[in-house]
């Protein structure tokens, strides 16, 4: 199985700043990367696919980007409705699989 | 609009069985993949598998192989999950996800998400 490693695993930030979320994965993925938000009790949020594509409708304030093992998630200029938990997701190889989470909280 | 309901939540022992359902609209149910993925309490995301609602072919995790039967029901429009032998690990909450359009090019995998259904497995 394909491991996701995401970095850092919880981080503390202020409404307006700039934050970046890494992923890494165990093997190459080429771009088959997605990035998902959810907040407590709710079911996630389709946010990237391809790595960097964003979905319709996502505000584009979030960006990602990477290929092959290592990608980044980026909100410039958080906003109070960001903080949540962000999830990447590879679906390169089955078994699709998610890094762990990072949470993004208030500083 | 695309909504996924999901049936409610369950308390069951350990070694039953638990099927939760999972009812999308808003889109042709036919058309798209039917995903399952878990959650257990303070986790994060595990993906169990899918089912084809068009052709009732299914996929699943190394995992849960044996375990685990997706099925649909296209007179109503519903999808299953109903996992066997269930232990204390098994407690979680389930999502069911619909999948995006996937071609060679591009690939939208868990484009929206149900609103999960909590299985709690207790003696």
């Known amino acids: 199985d394909i491991q996701m490693t995401q970095s850092p695993s919880t981080l503390s930030a202020s409404v307006g700043d700039r934050v970046t979320i890494t992923c890494r994965a165990s093997?190459?993925?080429?771009?088959?990367l997605a990035w998902y938000q959810q907040k407590p009790g709710r079911g996630p949020t389709f946010l990237i696919f391809?790595?960097?594509t964003l979905e319709s409708g996502v505000p584009s304030r979030f960006s990602g980007g990477g290929s092959g093992t290592e990608f980044t998630l980026t909100i410039s200029g958080l906003q109070p409705d960001d903080f949540a938990t962000y999830y990447c997701?590879?679906?390169?190889?089955?078994?699709?699989?998610f890094g762990q989470g990072t949470k993004v909280d208030i500083k | 609009q695309v909504h996924l309901v999901q049936s409610g939540a369950e308390v069951k022992k350990p070694g039953a069985s638990v099927k939760v359902s999972c009812m999308p609209s808003?889109?042709?149910?036919?058309?798209?993949?039917i995903h399952w993925v878990r959650q257990a309490p303070g986790q994060g995301l595990e993906w169990m598998g899918w089912?084809?609602?068009?052709?009732?072919?299914?996929n699943y995790a190394q995992k849960f192989q044996g375990r685990v039967t997706m099925t649909r029901d296209t007179s109503i429009n519903t999808a299953h999950m109903e996992l066997t032998r269930l232990g204390f690990g098994d407690t979680a909450v389930y999502f069911c996800?619909?999948?995006?359009?996937?071609?060679?090019?591009?690939?939208?995998?868990?484009?929206?998400w149900g609103q999960g259904t909590l299985v709690i497995v207790s003696s």
């Open positions: 996800a619909k999948g995006g359009s996937c071609d060679t090019t591009s690939c939208r995998p868990f484009q929206y």
């Open positions: 808003g889109y042709t149910f036919t058309a798209y993949f």
């Open positions: 089912v084809n609602p068009h052709s009732g072919d299914t």
């Open positions: 093997q190459s993925i080429s771009k088959w």
């Open positions: 391809d790595a960097s």
């Open positions: 997701q590879q679906y390169n190889n089955y078994p699709w699989t």
